[in-house]
């Protein structure tokens, strides 16, 4: 789903593409519960603004290693 970095997505975006591709969210709050598994990961995924998320580009990756 956040496939292009640079290219921001709404968490209801993500889900939505993610249904699309097969991986269905089992949860009651499919966007919280994407939201959270999102913030988990900041090496990964960076927050952008309110349940937006983008990809953290590989340039800001490698300098933090």
């Known amino acids: 789903a956040l496939g292009q970095p ?3 997505m709404h968490v209801k975006d993500i889900a ?3 249904e699309r591709r097969g991986h ?3 949860a009651k709050n499919p966007s919280a519960t994407l939201a959270v598994a999102l913030i988990r990961r900041p090496e990964q995924f960076v927050k952008v603004g309110p349940n937006t998320f983008q990809l953290v580009k590989q340039e800001e ?3 933090a290693n």
Do not use: H, M, S, T
Request: hydrophobic share 40%.
């Open 6 to 8: 640079g290219r921001p």
């Open 16 to 18: 939505a593409d993610l």
């Open 24 to 26: 269905k969210i089992e």
């Open 61 to 63: 990756v490698n300098v």
